[in-house]
């Protein structure tokens, strides 16, 4: 039962570092749940390419999210129905943990299984242990339990399988392993006094032994009732055994969680200060023998700090309620071209509502437009948008002097952070193509959420 | 329809200079004096100018008058907007081509011109060189895209399929655009030159060429009303 368990109640890779990279992977959502709107179980348009097992959403082995995003199901509802095909007979299960040996991983070529072939010894363990198990089920079901034999095949391909990706999966599998199970091994050595361990594993056998055999041969008199009682009784010996463990896992969840929710906000407010206090400073330093634009850009500053800090209005961060993309475009265009004095061309085709994730694209453009404004030296910088059901692309483009990406220093915030990781953040993707004396065109897209299409009236 | 292809308009104003044995006549047509005055001035020796108009009426005596190779049309005029100088023309003189040149922002406007017959769209915001080159163009018989009706192009022929499904199409072909097409319109979109996107799309500048004349033929010639309704009901979203 446990290997299916653990598949509904973690997410994400393990690790004490929250800012790290996991943060700007782009394939990440840091959500369980889709959003709500009126087809709640899909989540977005189903991907194309091979099936991958999910590395950024998973909470065991990845498959449910990566199924998920293979067919548009919200990840959750996949989950749920592994957790009910085992409780109909472990098949859940054992389909998961097949999956996981399967399947490959997000950006690997070959799968658990290729590897867990060359290893002789497991493969010796795994039929060792497959013969042992088959050999209790065998003298179970002679005994008179008819129902084990319902259970053993599942059980003996879950075990087998997990002993195998337990020796043969890559360094990061193996510590989501250990963390699944850590817990449940700590029951037996630290949860708590050893008397109130024993009385529950006590209660838990008996409720559990009682339950199954009132469930199995409960077909004589006041059947359902029997039934109905041994199935309480399952799942009070289950909840006395696990509770403790799950309610531990639940926990680390939502800490680390609420940690990397503080990463992301940190990140944000890294990007907004250098996208309006940083620049703006650099702005004055540049302008610094007209005394008169100075003042202006320092008021205009300090304006912005003030929304930001004492109304919650994020500086550039077009918060209008029913903005529209293109609007918000126009926007970039009007305050780019009154405070840097060079013209941008915007063109728009299609259009549609913002919402955070696009929020995040014209934040994105508006510092990919001002960075053309001020280092290529162009005379003049075309944004042009297209929206599309799938996404939104956005290029801006200049024929300044453009530069080498490999000359540009790692501590050059701007690039990297404010529009690579902050399109990464949202599950988009920036490239950038240049080259000193061609000019340089930043090109930036973000897919839309199945339920928000179509945009057009 | 599509203009002489092999007129030899080479791509920079520069050899066209040389290149050309008469500088384009040109006629500008225009309410505000100042902004005749500064196109005339930007223009310079690149191009005769002819005449000047402000309204509708005068433009259209004047056009019938001194024949120009090209009028740099305003879409916006007092007496009735560009639309009417182009539909009032067109038949009586063929050999008159018409750029649209504009402010506005407006699509319908746009498209109504283009729609009209004229054989291109550039923004008041073009530099003085890019606009010689276009009047060249336009001479030759090109099509000239800014970025901005490329977007309206696009934007125009992706809201087709979603209009009345009531309205069977006469000829799909001139209904749709092709793949390439829809390409090369990204990429003016995106202010690319006819030459970068040749180079982008591995395909020569002539090709280029005929594929924006071949949108401008299917802009102007697609009977599907929804064309003209798809700009009006635009500004309404």
Same mark, same amino acid.
């Given at each position: 039962m446990g290997s299916a368990r653990t598949g509904s109640s973690r997410t994400g890779p393990p690790g004490p570092d929250p800012l790290g990279t996991e943060l700007l992977d782009p394939g990440r959502r840091g959500r369980w749940f889709g959003r709500p709107g009126s087809r709640p179980w899909m989540r977005r348009p189903p991907g194309s390419g091979p099936l991958r097992r999910s590395r950024e959403d998973r909470l065991a082995g990845g498959v449910a999210a990566g199924l998920a995003a293979r067919t548009g199901l919200d990840p959750t509802v996949v989950r749920t129905g592994f957790v009910v095909a085992t409780v109909f007979g472990l098949i859940g299960a054992a389909l998961y943990v097949l999956a996981w040996l399967l399947i490959p991983a997000e950006g690997a070529d070959t799968n658990i299984a290729a590897r867990a072939l060359t290893d002789r010894r497991g493969i010796a363990l795994v039929a060792g242990l497959a013969s042992l198990l088959v050999v209790v089920l065998v003298i179970a079901s002679a005994l008179r339990a008819s129902w084990v034999g319902s259970l053993a095949w599942p059980l003996v391909i879950s075990v087998a399988g997990l002993t195998l990706i337990w020796r043969n999966a890559p360094p990061d599998e193996q510590a989501v392993l250990q963390r699944l199970a850590d817990p449940l091994l700590g029951l037996a050595h630290r949860g708590g006094s050893r008397r109130r361990l024993v009385a529950r594993v006590a209660i838990a056998a008996v409720a559990l032994t009682l339950g199954l055999d009132w469930l199995v041969t409960g077909h004589q008199v006041a059947g359902a009732l029997r039934e109905i009682a041994g199935v309480i009784l399952v799942v009070a010996a289950i909840a006395i055994l696990l509770g403790p463990w799950w309610v531990r896992i639940a926990r680390d969840l939502m800490i680390e969680r609420q940690a990397r929710i503080r990463a992301e906000e940190r990140a944000d407010m890294a990007a907004r200060v250098h996208d309006s206090v940083l620049q703006t400073l650099a702005l004055i330093q540049r302008r610094a023998e007209h005394p008169q634009q100075v003042i202006q850009l320092a008021r205009a500053q300090e304006r912005e700090l003030r929304a930001w800090l004492f109304d919650g209005q994020a500086p550039g961060s077009l918060d209008g309620q029913d903005m529209t993309l293109a609007a918000g475009i126009r926007l970039i265009q009007q305050d780019v071209e009154a405070q840097h004095e060079v013209p941008v061309e915007a063109v728009t085709v299609g259009d549609c509502e913002l919402d955070d994730d696009l929020r995040a694209l014209l934040a994105a453009a508006r510092e990919a437009t001002v960075n053309a404004v001020k280092w290529s030296g162009a005379p003049a910088v075309s944004i042009f948008a297209e929206v599309e059901p799938a996404g939104v692309t956005l290029f801006v483009r200049d024929r300044g002097r453009g530069f080498d990406p490999a000359a540009v220093p790692a501590d050059r915030k701007g690039l990297a952070e404010s529009i690579h990781a902050r399109m990464a953040r949202r599950g988009g993707t920036a490239a950038v193509r240049t080259a000193p004396g061609e000019g340089t065109e930043v090109s930036l897209t973000m897919p839309r959420a199945a339920e928000r299409q179509p945009g057009r009236p | 329809m599509t203009g002489p292809a092999g007129s030899g308009v080479p791509s920079r104003p520069g050899q066209a200079a040389r290149g050309q044995a008469r500088? $384009?006549?040109?006629?500008?047509? @225009?309410?505000?004096?100042?902004? =005749?005055?500064?196109?005339?001035?930007?223009?310079?020796? &690149?191009? &005769?100018?002819?005449? &000047?108009?402000? @309204?509708?009426? $005068?433009? *259209?005596?004047?056009?019938? #008058?001194?024949?120009?190779?090209?009028?740099?049309?305003?879409?916006?005029?007092?007496?009735?907007?560009?639309? !009417?100088?182009?539909? +009032?023309?067109? #038949?009586?003189?063929?050999?008159? %081509?018409?750029?649209?040149?504009? !402010?506005?922002?407006?699509? &319908?406007?746009? *498209?109504?011109?283009? =729609?009209?017959? +004229? =054989?291109?769209?550039?923004?008041?915001? *073009?530099?003085? $060189?890019?606009?010689?080159?276009?009047? %060249?163009r336009v001479a030759g018989g090109d099509t000239v895209f800014s970025p901005r009706l490329a977007g309206f192009v696009l934007d125009a022929f992706a809201a087709l399929p979603a209009d009345g499904p009531g309205v069977p199409s006469l000829d799909p072909e001139l209904d749709q655009l092709s793949p390439r097409e829809r390409e090369v319109l990204r990429l003016i979109a995106r202010g690319y030159t006819y030459k970068e996107i040749a180079r982008e799309l591995f395909i020569s500048v002539k090709t280029v060429?005929?594929?924006?004349?071949?949108?401008?033929?299917?802009?102007?010639?697609?009977?599907?009303?929804?064309?003209? =309704?798809?700009?009006?009901?635009?500004?309404?979203?």
């Open positions: - | 500088r $384009p006549r040109v006629v500008i047509v @225009d309410d505000h004096g100042l902004f =005749r005055s500064g196109v005339r001035s930007e223009l310079g020796d &690149e191009v &005769e100018v002819v005449g &000047e108009a402000d @309204d509708v009426e $005068p433009a *259209i005596a004047l056009v019938s #008058a001194c024949l120009p190779d090209v009028v740099l049309l305003d879409v916006h005029l007092p007496g009735g907007g560009g639309q !009417a100088v182009v539909t +009032a023309l067109r #038949a009586s003189h063929p050999q008159v %081509r018409f750029l649209a040149l504009s !402010a506005s922002d407006a699509p &319908e406007d746009v *498209i109504a011109v283009i =729609r009209a017959g +004229a =054989r291109g769209y550039v923004t008041k915001t *073009i530099s003085g $060189p890019d606009l010689v080159d276009a009047v %060249r060429e005929s594929h924006v004349s071949s949108v401008l033929r299917k802009l102007q010639l697609s009977t599907r009303h929804q064309l003209t =309704r798809w700009a009006t009901e635009r500004r309404l979203a």
